[in-house]
């Protein structure tokens, strides 16, 4: 994927942070209580998926590249380990992890590179998750709504988490699907400045973004006059095991 796109979102951190959804609390059932493992997230981002993995008593390594990201990761969760770092080279030792989690952003990884580095820093029948957390595709109108990010958005083609089983086959095991259906309640403005933390639009000109904003605020009163409403939502990926060596 190309770099500038892959690391365009420092320039909207604290943006990032405020607009982008964290997990359901729905995922908790699934991934259950993780106190006194050791997990590893991969491209952390600021921290969303960092800060609900240590409410289920994880003990977290994060890597990041992006220095803006990961300054903003640092001040929300104080006393985490988060380094410098990309998913095709990670800084640790064979087996160190019981758990590996990546969260929206399998497409900007290097394949099988990445995958096989995973593999290597996990643990015998260790799990990895591969998140993407975002709108309900199931829902016309918002696969037009996310249309308008870019016409040629490389990030949106590229495969996504729900597609990366042939990725995992050899390395990992056991690899099943997770699909976890939610709701978010958002206001149209929060709509419209999430859409401004997406790499197309960050990559815009001024003036295309606004204008895209500007065609994003059309469409929401389109749909809905109600503000806030309830946007479908839906957390899909893959979870899989490290088989033993």
């Not at 990010?149 to 099943?176: C, I, M, N, Y």
């Not at 929401?220 to 893959?238: E, I, Q």
């Amino acid at each position: 994927m190309a770099p500038r796109r892959a690391y365009s979102f420092g320039s909207v951190a604290e943006q990032y942070d405020a607009y982008r959804p964290a997990p359901p609390r729905a995922l908790a059932d699934l991934v259950g209580s993780l106190r006194g493992l050791d997990v590893l997230e991969i491209a952390g981002g600021t921290g969303l998926v960092t800060r609900f993995l240590l409410s289920l008593g994880a003990t977290m390594t994060v890597v990041e590249p992006d220095d803006d990201m990961r300054e903003v990761l640092i001040r929300r969760s104080p006393g985490v380990g988060a380094l410098s770092g990309v998913a095709e080279e990670l800084p640790f030792a064979d087996a160190s992890f019981d758990l590996a989690v990546t969260s929206s952003a399998w497409h900007w990884f290097r394949q099988p590179d990445a995958t096989n580095e995973i593999a290597r820093v996990l643990r015998d029948d260790a799990r990895l998750l591969v998140l993407a957390n975002g709108f309900d595709r199931g829902e016309p109108w918002l696969v037009d709504l996310l249309a308008l990010r870019e016409p040629d958005d490389q990030s949106d083609v590229a495969k996504r988490a729900h597609e990366a089983e042939d990725d995992l086959t050899g390395p990992f095991v056991d690899v099943a699907s997770i699909v976890i259906p939610w709701t978010w309640s958002r206001s149209h403005e929060q709509i419209v400045r999430l859409f401004a933390t997406y790499s197309g639009v960050i990559t815009m000109s001024a003036h295309e973004r606004e204008y895209a904003e500007g065609l994003v605020r059309e469409q929401l009163r389109a749909h809905t006059t109600s503000d806030p409403f309830d946007v479908p939502m839906a957390l899909r990926g893959l979870r899989a095991i490290r088989p033993a060596r």
